[in-house]
Each structure stands twice: as C-alpha cells, then as structure tokens.
C-alpha cells in the first residue's frame, strides 16, 4: 500500500457532503482480466473467433499508437487499455477532477449472438464486483456499478437482475437501445418487473448496435462517425416514444430510465409534439396522462454531450424550457476524450439548479449517500 493511500484511508475517518456525482465513467479490463468470467462455450467460442480473423478482443490490448477516442493520460504504465487502472481512475477522476461519487458503465461489447451477449454481460458483473467494487479498490466508497443485462434475453436478464440487486455499490441496471422490437413491446416486462421490484433505475448508454454492428439509422447504414455521432439521439427518441405510447410507464408506474450520451436538448420539441397529437386524438392509446409528464416523472438525461451553443442564453433558456432541474444528471464520459470536467459544467448550469443537476437528482434517483469518507486534497469543483 503506498504511502499516499495510506494518509487517504487516515484521512477517510471523516465524512465530507457529495458535491458531484459522475453518471458516465468506463472502466475497462485489463488484458485478459473478463475473459475467466465468461461462462462456457462462449469464451471458448469467442477465444476462436477472434484468434480467427485476426481482430482485437474485448478483453485483449488495442493498438497503443492511438488513443482510440481516450484521453492520452488515461493509459496506465503497464501498458493496458485507458480506464482499466482502477488507481489511476480514481486519481483522475477523484481527487483531481472533484467527483465525489463514479457511477461505472462498462462497455465491454456484445457477442455475435443473443446468448453470447448475456455471456457478457455475466462475465462484466462479475468482473466489476472483483476488481472495481472490492474492498481493496473500492476502499474509498466511490465507485458503483452497473448490473448489466441483455435485453435480448429478457427472461435471463431478469435473473441476472435478482442475482445482484442486493449488492451495497451496484446503482443500476445497463442495457443495449438497438434491439428490436422497441422497449414498448411486452416481451421485456420480464426487466422493467426485476427492476421495480428492487427499486433500481435501468440505464442505456449510447452504443455501437447489436452484434457490434453500427446501428440502422432510418434511411439505412450511416457512412461517416459523424452521422452517428449526430443522429444517435433519434434511436433515444424512438425508444421514449415507445415506452411511453405503449404504455410502459402505466404498466411500472415506478420504472425509471436513465438515457446516458444520447444528447437531452432533443426532449422538449418532442414532449411538444407528443402533447400536440395527444390533445389532437386523445387517449386512443389508453394513456393516463400527458406524455411530457411521464417523460418528467420517469426519465433522465446525462448532460455529456453537452451541446453549448454560442450564445449561453440560448443553452439556459433550452434548460429552462425542459424543466431541466428535473431531468439531468451530471456526467463527465471518463476516460473519453470527450471528457467534460465537473467544474466547466457546473459553470453551465444555471445557478439555482446547479446541485440539483450536478448531485442531488442522482442521490436520490441511485439512492446513494449523502456522505462520503472525506480524502485528503481532493479537489471541490464548486
């Protein structure tokens, strides 16, 4: 133990008040660190078929001539992939960056199958829990995870959820958005049950399609980073339009959803335009309430990508039409080089819903701490 956590474990005796807490931060395996989690024959399977055609594994080291869309400085010494040092992530993140509390989304990829995919996702939860949510990584009481699941198999990720709802730093449940059909169809109800009945938000990071295959805009296969790097928000939108046209949220009257790195300015022309046919039809659908209102009462937005435009006005009159207080959670995309620091967000938000935004929305929606063990030098970042 180095000297330095030692005088932070001295330190830690204290409890100091959350101030920021981080919904987006990636950890990633070490080489060769998921693959003893994978269950047989799928890391068999997988083993081969990457050896096969010569490509990177999930689990395997990149090509370090790139940063692959990562901080540079996020590459630890020993030569593993960036957000794969726990140590180093709490550093950065911790006690140089000032969040008090990282919420982890792995991103560990899918399989070429459905079944391979819940592989995956049993092999993450348990590596999250042996390597970033120990006692010996999680000392300082920061990191939370994320119950992973494929939604492709709602039956089994419905078990994966029972089997770890009552880990004491698991926050949320993850799942893919590309599946078809959409989260309205009722074969998913099996998820949306697990995670009312323990109380737990169900999240979605932005992905990069089923299968590893970029996702299908609606006029077909996009040609450039950039199309997908603009237009993944119309799949967030597709989805909020199902759970709530198809009734989902009358079914869960308790679910919420969290939408990670899908943008969040998109919302409000469409809670407009869902309220307009709503009034204009009415409850043809067997709705209870305005669309927009389940949308305030159910779901959430993490502010990464934070599109700022020019004119600072523009941005705080958005977040005052939203009804932003309501609906954001901060969120940094650590270790990406996308990295919005805690302190140039809180600067962008309009002062009187700064904690709510930066803290207080995801203490109460992850049911997290209002306290944390107090580190020596940490930074504060308002």
Not at 98 to 107: E, H, M, N, R, T
Request: glycine share 6%.
């Amino acid at each position: 133990m180095t000297i330095e956590i030692q005088e932070q474990r001295r330190t830690g005796a204290e409890q100091v008040r959350v101030r920021v807490v981080d919904s987006d931060v990636h950890p990633t395996p070490r080489r060769g660190e998921l693959a003893p989690y994978i269950p047989e024959p799928y890391r068999t399977l997988i083993a081969q078929r990457n050896q096969m055609a010569g490509n990177s594994v999930y689990y395997d080291a990149p090509d370090y001539n790139h940063a692959y869309a990562m901080r540079t400085d996020s590459f630890p010494d020993d030569g593993n992939f960036a957000g794969s040092d726990p140590a180093l992530t709490f550093r950065q993140l911790i006690l140089e960056a000032g969040s008090d509390i990282a919420i982890l989304g792995p991103l560990n990829g899918g399989g070429q199958t459905d079944e391979e995919t819940h592989a995956l996702c049993v092999a993450t939860n348990l590596w999250q829990d042996h390597h970033w949510l120990d006692g010996e990584n999680n000392w300082h009481q920061r990191y939370r995870g994320s119950i992973c699941v494929a939604i492709e198999t709602p039956d089994e990720a419905a078990r994966e959820i029972e089997r770890w709802a009552g880990h004491p730093y698991m926050s949320q449940i993850l799942i893919n958005a590309e599946p078809r059909p959409s989260w309205g169809h009722p074969r998913y109800d099996p998820i949306w049950a697990a995670a009312t009945r323990h109380d737990i938000p169900v999240a979605c990071h932005l992905g990069r399609g089923q299968h590893n295959e970029l996702p299908m805009s609606p006029v077909g296969f996009m040609t450039y980073n950039h199309d997908l790097m603009v237009t993944y928000s119309m799949l967030a939108a597709n989805q909020v339009m199902s759970l709530v046209f198809d009734g989902v949220f009358d079914r869960f009257p308790t679910l919420r959803i969290v939408l990670i790195e899908h943008a969040f300015n998109w919302i409000l022309p469409l809670m407009w335009r869902m309220d307009a046919v709503y009034a204009a039809r009415g409850p043809e659908n067997g709705l209870r309430r305005k669309p927009s209102e389940y949308v305030k009462d159910h779901i959430w937005f993490t502010t990464q990508p934070l599109d700022y435009p020019e004119n600072k006005l523009e941005l705080t009159n958005a977040l005052e039409w939203m009804e932003a207080d309501k609906l954001l959670l901060f969120s940094s995309d650590y270790p990406h080089w996308t990295f919005d620091d805690p302190q140039w967000v809180a600067k962008h938000m309009p002062e009187r819903w700064r904690e709510k935004i930066m803290f207080e929305n995801a203490i109460e929606l992850f049911h997290l701490p209002a306290t944390v063990p107090a580190l020596a030098g940490q930074k504060r970042p308002f």
